[in-house]
T-cell receptor, first 109, second 114 residues
Framework: RKEVEQDPGPFNVPEGATVAFNCTYS??????FFWYRQDCRKEPKLLMS???SGNEDGRFTAQLNRASQYISLLIRDSKLSDSATYLC??????????FGTGTRLKVLA | EAQVTQNPRYLITVTGKKLTVTCSQN?????MSWYRQDPGLGLRQIYY???????DKGDVPEGYKVSRKEKRNFPLILESPSPNQTSLYFC?????????????FGEGSRLTVL
């Protein structure tokens, strides 16, 4: 079983829609999780960290469900500029980062 | 400006011709790492370094070498490149002291081995 699993998509949504992605992880001891955004052929960039209590930044909300071992990313009022691949990242400690393969989002006009 | 710089950004080479991809960061980060990204496989770690003269294998180290003689530089060496090393390569760095866990990535190096 892959350590971090994501639905590759693509998720095609109209502008203004709300979209949610989930990501499952297998190491119950991992403490930190992140969502990175990656535009086509460019480097990944941190979108937000995922805290146990949830984390909201404008239109973006990230949540962690430890019981079911998944994290989620919710994007409200989607913009064309949100089109990208979203990478789920598990931090397993001592600089060990485990990347999901990414979920591709296309926001359509 | 805080950044991770990789060179070259694009390279086409032939099988067996040694090449080096350089990586330099100006943030005094102790940790640096190399990843390759292939369609459907995501980012896979090649090698990493926790500090000067300390390097270790990641998940896919075969065919690669690294060195960490200075804190800012972490070159990736392909002694005898093969077509299966055609990929998009990213260097990344971070510091435990950041507390955010954020990895800072270079812009990527797209390598094609013919």
């Amino acid at each position: 079983r892959k350590e971090v699993e994501q639905d590759p998509g693509p998720f095609n949504v109209p502008e203004g829609a709300t979209v949610a992605f989930n990501c499952t992880y297998s190491n119950s001891a991992s403490q930190s999780f992140f969502w990175y955004r990656q535009d086509c052929r460019k480097e990944p960039k941190l979108l937000m960290s995922v805290y146990s209590s949830g984390n909201e930044d404008g239109r973006f909300t990230a949540q962690l469900n430890r019981a079911s071992q998944y994290i989620s990313l919710l994007i409200r009022d989607s913009k064309l500029s949100d089109s990208a691949t979203y990478l789920c990242v598990e931090y397993a400690g001592t600089y060990k980062y485990i990347f999901g393969t990414g979920t591709r989002l296309k926001v359509l006009a | 400006e805080a950044q991770v710089t990789q060179n070259p950004r694009y390279l086409i080479t032939v099988t067996g011709k040694k090449l080096t991809v350089t990586c330099s960061q100006n943030m005094n980060h102790e940790y640096m790492s190399w990843y390759r990204q292939d369609p459907g496989l995501g980012l896979r770690q090649i090698y990493y370094s926790m500090n000067v003269e300390v390097t270790d294998k990641g998940d896919v180290p075969e065919g690669y070498k690294v060195s960490r003689k200075e804190k800012r530089n972490f070159p990736l060496i392909l002694e005898s490149p093969s077509p299966n090393q055609t990929s998009l390569y990213f260097c990344a760095s971070t510091s435990e002291g950041l507390n955010t866990g954020e990895l800072f990535f270079g812009e990527g190096s797209r390598l094609t081995v013919l």
